[in-house]
């Protein structure tokens, strides 16, 4: 035996390999394992004290290569080297010592998918990590108090508006009254007089004739109150409902404010940027910028995870004043050094609640990291909760931003959708699917032949099968869910809104910023884990102006949500079903029976055994979260959503 060798790991960390031989023969002698990042041994064979049948001295020849412990069938997990065939069954050894087994032909159980370079953060077996726990490690935020930075930042203006003098010369008793009627309400300082024509925002001739073109006729709630705002450099907080204009309310502004701008030089990244939660919406919102933007010759570009680098990356490097862009695309651009930030003075956060739920904050910090921290920033979202609102506080200038509400802040449907609630048990779910599916594509063949029908389930293989099962009924339908590619998804999309396809079985993928016309019907075969993604999904029809239908399906599993489902129900003027009171009468008496008795009470009049609070038990306090439907009970339900991206 040999002396132990110190070798370089590939994470920059020394580590002290076992004692062991290099053979250039492959004799066998050597160690169980051979982790060498050491030049001076390349080239050498390393072997087994118990040799392990069938092993090769084929080892890869590169400076830097590693660990040639299995055939290069690995597909993604291969590292482009010519490495070690095996035969049977070989132990190996991770960093830590524990030994674990691959048959030929599969992965060891500690590999996981994992990149050589990666391979370190999965060397515990059973260890779970967050798959976007590395992204933006080598990122980091600029510090802004440093001279040298802030001499660097370009000049910029930010205040483009004049006001028109119809809207000057409104009295207060006026904008009160557009205001209710339109159901706005605003908070903040110097708050300007909302707008009530496309020619009283003062857009340029070039931007209204697009509007004109688009036909639009007038602005909607959002986008009277926000483009003043917007235009005059106010940092914007904007809370509405989806299907209500968000995209042009600040879209319009941007191209305002691009063009005040001094021109973008060689090597200068964007100077307004639009973050998006999904693939989705961010080429939906990127078909707006290039419609009004054209004429303006501004340019733009969008960047997503899921397809190919290069042609987004060439993009970036012709140089463009929009860049929309989901966050972890983005971050990878940003660390290789394909575009930077220091340009940007007009952020916008489209669905901002949305990014929050799918866990994207971390990586929202270090963006805007990357931003003067002089900027405009626009926050549109479709609710309000308390983590949307800390993010505000934080990205926001202090004391100067405006938050413009659209309707109450407590969650409501849009008015122009009929809801139907149809409470039944599981294992009806699919003959009551067929026959009503069969129901709405023939009322609509009479009808309107464009109208289309949009089903949510709750899962990717929920959402195969079920499109599959509806293709052997005779209906045309397409699947689309976070787990096909970027070409399947563009595919469905694609048809779907040309009409080709009337049946689409989605995931929540689809449930935000998904705008399609003549969607008449929305049917949720699988009823969502929150009400909040109720709301958004069955705003996918009703769109600007229009009316829509959305069925939903509800079980005994999904008695929780009864009761701010009756809520909504009521608040909208639908129908409450009297299967659904009984839903929410149930659990009104059975938290009744609890508060007064405690959880883990016997009702059948034995003495309970359990301690009352214990956390062996399901108790009121310490067993609470323990209780089955309790708060404890719900974590998999936000996890399971993520999963569906």
């Not at 862009?325 to 983005?330: E, K, M, N, S, V």
């Not at 689309?480 to 396809?501: C, N």
Request: charged share 20%.
């Amino acid at each position: 035996m040999g002396q132990p060798t110190h070798i370089k790991w590939f994470n920059g960390n020394d580590y002290t390999a076992p004692s062991f031989d290099y053979a250039s023969n492959g004799s066998q002698s050597g160690p169980k394992t051979w982790h060498g990042n050491d030049h001076s041994l390349e080239g050498q064979a390393p072997s087994f004290h118990a040799a392990p049948v069938g092993w090769s001295a084929t080892i890869p020849q590169a400076p830097g290569a590693r660990y040639p412990d299995a055939s290069n069938s690995y597909g993604n997990g291969d590292w482009g080297h010519s490495t070690a065939p095996y035969r049977g069954r070989t132990a190996t050894q991770d960093v830590h010592g524990h030994d674990s087994y691959a048959q030929k032909g599969t992965r060891p159980n500690n590999w996981r998918g994992a990149q050589p370079q990666n391979r370190a953060r999965f060397a515990s077996r059973g260890e779970t990590r967050d798959r976007m726990g590395s992204l933006g490690a080598n990122l980091s935020d600029i510090d802004w108090t440093q001279a040298n930075n802030l001499d660097n930042l370009v000049p910029f203006e930010r205040n483009f508006y004049q006001e028109h003098p119809e809207v000057a010369g409104r009295s207060p008793e006026h904008v009160a009254s557009f205001r209710q009627r339109m159901e706005i309400t605003v908070r903040g300082k110097n708050v300007p007089n909302p707008c009530e024509s496309f020619l009283e925002a003062g857009f340029p001739p070039a931007i209204v004739q697009c509007i004109q073109r688009a036909g639009f006729t007038a602005p909607t709630a959002i986008q009277a109150q926000a483009w003043p705002v917007a235009l005059k450099g106010r940092d914007l907080i904007g809370i509405a409902e989806t299907g209500s204009g968000k995209t042009c309310a600040y879209l319009l502004p941007a191209l305002v404010h691009i063009h005040g701008q001094p021109p973008l030089r060689r090597g200068d990244g964007p100077i307004c940027l639009v973050l998006a939660p999904t693939r989705e919406l961010a080429v939906q919102i990127q078909t707006e910028a290039t419609k009004f933007g054209t004429a303006s010759r501004i340019r733009n570009a969008c960047v997503y995870g899921g397809v190919s680098r290069g042609p987004q990356a060439r993009e970036l490097s012709r140089g463009i004043e929009i860049l929309i862009a989901t966050p972890g695309r983005l971050i990878d651009f940003l660390e290789s050094g394909r575009t930077n930030l220091r340009r940007v003075t007009y952020l916008v956060l489209d669905e901002a609640d949305r990014m929050l739920d799918m866990g994207f904050e971390p990586q929202l910090r270090k963006i805007v990291g990357q931003i003067r921290p002089d900027r405009q920033t626009l926050m549109f979202t479709a609710t309000w909760p308390r983590q949307v609102q800390a993010i505000a506080r934080e990205f926001l200038t202090a004391g100067d931003w405006i938050q413009i509400n659209i309707g109450g802040l407590d969650l409501s449907a849009n008015k122009s959708i009929r809801q139907v609630v149809q409470v039944l048990d599981e294992d009806e779910k699919p003959e009551r699917l067929q026959s009503l599916l069969k129901t709405l594509l023939n009322a609509s063949a009479d009808t309107d032949s464009n109208a289309k029908v949009l089903v949510f389930t709750d899962t990717k293989r929920k959402a195969d099968q079920l499109s599959r099962r509806l293709q052997h009924w005779g209906l045309a339908a397409l699947a689309l869910h976070g787990d096909k590619t970027q070409m399947e998804r563009d595919r469905a999309i694609g048809s779907f809104r040309s009409g080709q396809a009337r049946l689409l079985v989605a995931t929540d993928v689809a449930a935000r910023g998904l705008d399609i016309k003549n969607i008449s019907y929305v049917v949720n075969y699988d009823f969502p884990g929150t009400i909040e993604d109720y709301v958004h999904r069955i705003g996918r029809t009703g769109r600007a102006g229009s009316t829509g239908t959305a069925y939903s399906f509800f079980t005994p599993a999904n008695a929780r949500l009864a009761s701010e489902l009756v809520q909504i129900l009521e608040e909208s003027q639908n129908e409450v079903p009297a299967e659904l009171n009984q839903f929410v009468n149930r659990r009104n008496r059975k938290r009744t029976y609890e508060h007064s008795f405690g959880r883990g009470y016997v009702r059948n009049g034995a003495r309970s055994t359990r301690r009352r609070g214990s956390a062996a038990g399901y108790g009121a306090s310490g067993g609470g979260s323990r209780y089955r439907g309790g708060a404890g009970d719900r974590s998999h339900v936000r996890a399971h959503e993520n999963g569906a991206f």
